[in-house]
């Protein structure tokens, strides 16, 4: 990293811990306005910083943002991936069919995505569609960033995304509308009784869409469908059962890359009428859950299954089927020594993916794996220590072992120091092992798994009591082994293949949460990254990214309004107009977003609202050659009983 981009990252940070802030007369705090919860009030990881799910915020020793149901509700927030892009370290490229989200300079498939605890990774490609999970009323999102496979395996080697639909209590529908015909819906129904609770949630969101070709006609619209519902309670003082099911269905349209050699037209993307896509995901979770020991010792046990279909029409193209599953058993025995700060854990994971390239082979492949992982906590006395490590078994590679190790320190009440290295592995998806498309892409069933080797250390500073928290974190991460496409002569088809170069990526990541006055609160986020692949800049990797929401709410919750800038810096991409292999790169222009929104309450449960995303109607693009939405006016209302 260069001596410059230090000094600007420090002096990002140095602006904003200059926020002016304004503590709450400690006398009557809600004597005319009770703040909106933010990531101050957030005190639980429910997910992501251990296997047993039950860590406070305050005493895990690496870097994640919490983003709230309030914070979601105050950016009026409806697809998962826009406000992921307000996390730091976080660069979200999103196309029809396919929303792609790298942290920390890391591949796509880097990254594990819990719905509800249960992984909905596509077992073939080892992506989820990020733009198929749309925000339901109540749901909340945590982002662990930095390998985490000592923990959860495979996926997990550049961090996990936990999306929570969170608990409810009544019944609570939203309905809106706006440009290009978009209809978005959500309702659900919620239950909270002593020691049950249950919910069921439905979604909906139908546009038509606008182009995405550079002077296309072409409308690329998209209806999906989400159904969830959840259930947990106890049937003895000591012993919870829960399940969990959850159906989404995506249908839309795209268009293709004209790949014609010699073409006008060669390499962009083009106006291509009957292409469109179809997913279906089905995931299913069932577990239970015993308390011994006076709760000191606890057991869970769970097993969840994910079937994930997915089919493409192209008329001038390449048509596509796969269908791919997983069955996953976890059990998981964790034991706190009395209260005294000490924590142990064991953690066992039996999982067995399939893939099956309908079209093509028609002929189901797998791979088992098992995991044993070990993890120690301790908290006390101002200091945190946590280590965790993982050993797997795989039927198709060789034995991996992996580790994590953080620790946290309050220098002063205000002041806290923390540091953590791990390492983490990748195997290569059943699709680059085993897929194939004739004379397009071939598998290649030797390739090894990636590995990775990271670390990071930060400071979290509270400001002006705890109405402000400022955080700044410097990363640094190597990858080896890495998978990547290649096209081999004498047909030049492509085919993935094992990097022998060395990938690095380290940057600062910079986050503030703060409560200005009695009725503004900010969060507001900064990354700069540097990622390199033997020298070479990464292509979709921004080298900066920067973030800011800014809102206000009237006095008793009666009215409230949120701006949000959201500024993608300048990239790179791969250009396939030149027709040479492989493709050489070109640049894409930064840009910058600006939503706004309000809303009003009419009578206690019943809300208006409206908003406008791209309020200026910037034309970007963030993937070569496809053109992004441009202005979006939705306007709706909420009721809730």
């Not at 498939?109 to 490609?125: A, F, I, K, Y």
């Not at 033997?534 to 292509?539: L, P, R, S």
């Not at 034309?619 to 496809?626: D, M, S």
């Amino acid at each position: 990293m260069t001596r410059f981009a230090l000094l600007n990252s420090a002096a990002l940070a140095t602006l904003l811990s200059a926020v002016p802030l304004a503590a709450q007369d400690a006398s009557d705090p809600c004597a005319d306005y009770c703040p909106v919860p933010t990531l101050l009030d957030t005190t639980e990881i429910t997910v992501l910083g251990s296997r047993t799910g039950d860590l406070a915020l305050e005493d895990y020793t690496g870097s994640v943002t919490v983003i709230t149901a309030e914070q979601i509700e105050e950016r009026q927030t409806r697809n998962i991936e826009d406000v992921l892009r307000d996390v730091p370290g976080v660069a979200v490229s999103s196309l029809p069919g396919q929303t792609q989200l790298r942290l920390r300079g890391s591949e796509a498939n880097h990254v594990l995505v819990l719905v509800d605890g249960m992984e909905l990774s596509d077992p073939g490609s080892g992506e989820y569609d990020l733009g198929t999970l749309q925000a339901e009323i109540g749901s909340r999102i945590e982002v662990l960033r930095g390998p985490q496979s000592a923990l959860y395996g495979s996926e997990a080697i550049a961090g996990v995304i936990a999306y929570d639909s969170g608990t409810f209590d009544g019944v609570a529908v939203r309905l809106e509308g706006g440009t290009n015909n978009t209809i978005n819906g959500a309702a659900r129904w919620g239950v909270i009784d002593g020691g049950l609770t249950a919910s069921l949630s439905a979604s909906v969101v139908s546009t038509d869409g606008e182009p995405n070709a550079r002077g296309g006609t072409r409308d690329i619209g998209r209806d999906s469908y989400t159904l969830s519902g959840k259930v947990a309670g106890y049937v003895s003082e000591t012993l919870q059962l829960r399940a969990i099911a959850r159906y989404t269905r995506t249908e839309g349209d795209f268009n293709e890359q004209d790949f014609g050699f010699g073409s006008p037209t060669e390499g962009f993307v083009i106006d291509s009428q009957g292409t469109g896509f179809e997913s279906e995901i089905f995931s299913a979770l069932a577990g239970a859950r015993l308390e011994t020991m006076d709760g000191s010792w606890v057991h869970d046990l769970s097993a969840q299954i994910t079937d994930a279909d997915r089919s493409t029409s192209q008329p001038s193209g390449f048509p596509s089927a796969t269908e791919s599953d997983r069955f996953k058993i976890s059990y998981v025995s964790a034991y706190d020594f009395g209260g005294n700060g000490h924590a142990l854990t064991f953690a066992a994971d039996y999982e067995v993916e399939g893939f099956n390239n309908v079209l093509t082979f028609d002929d189901r492949k797998s791979q088992e794996n098992l995991g044993f992982v070990g993890e120690y906590r301790y908290s006390g006395g101002g200091f945190d220590f946590s280590a965790a490590v993982r050993h797997d078994i795989n039927d198709l590679f060789q034995d991996a072992t992996t580790f994590r190790v953080g620790a946290g320190y309050h220098l002063t009440d205000t002041t806290r120091l923390r540091a953590a290295v791990g390492t983490g592995v990748k195997n290569p998806t059943l699709s680059e092992l085993f897929g194939f498309f004739d004379g397009v892409f071939i598998g290649n069933p030797d390739l090894e798994p990636e590995e990775s080797t990271s670390w990071e250390a930060g400071i979290d500073q509270n400001i002006a009591g705890d109405a402000a928290v400022l955080s700044v974190t410097y990363f640094n991460a190597e990858l080896d082994s890495e998978i990547f496409t290649s096209f081999p002569p004498p047909n030049f088809v492509a085919t993935p293949g094992n990097r022998t170069t060395e990938s690095r990526q380290e940057g600062v990541e910079v986050a503030l949460a703060a409560q200005i006055g009695p009725q503004w609160s900010l969060n507001a986020a900064y990354t700069y990254l540097d990622a390199e692949e033997n020298g070479a800049t990464e292509v979709r990797r921004p080298e900066s990214v920067a973030s800011a929401a800014l809102t206000w709410t009237a006095p008793r919750d009666k009215a409230s309004a949120t701006l949000v800038v959201r500024h993608n810096g300048s990239m790179i991409d791969s250009d396939f107009t030149t027709g040479a292999f492989p493709a050489p790169v070109t640049g894409l222009d930064d840009f910058t977003l600006v939503n706004l929104n309000a809303r009003v309450a009419l009578a206690e449960g019943l809300e208006v609202f409206a908003r406008a995303e791209n309020l200026f109607d910037e034309r970007y693009e963030q993937v070569f050659t496809f053109v992004s939405p441009g202005r979006q006016v939705v306007a709706g209302f909420s009721a809730s009983f």
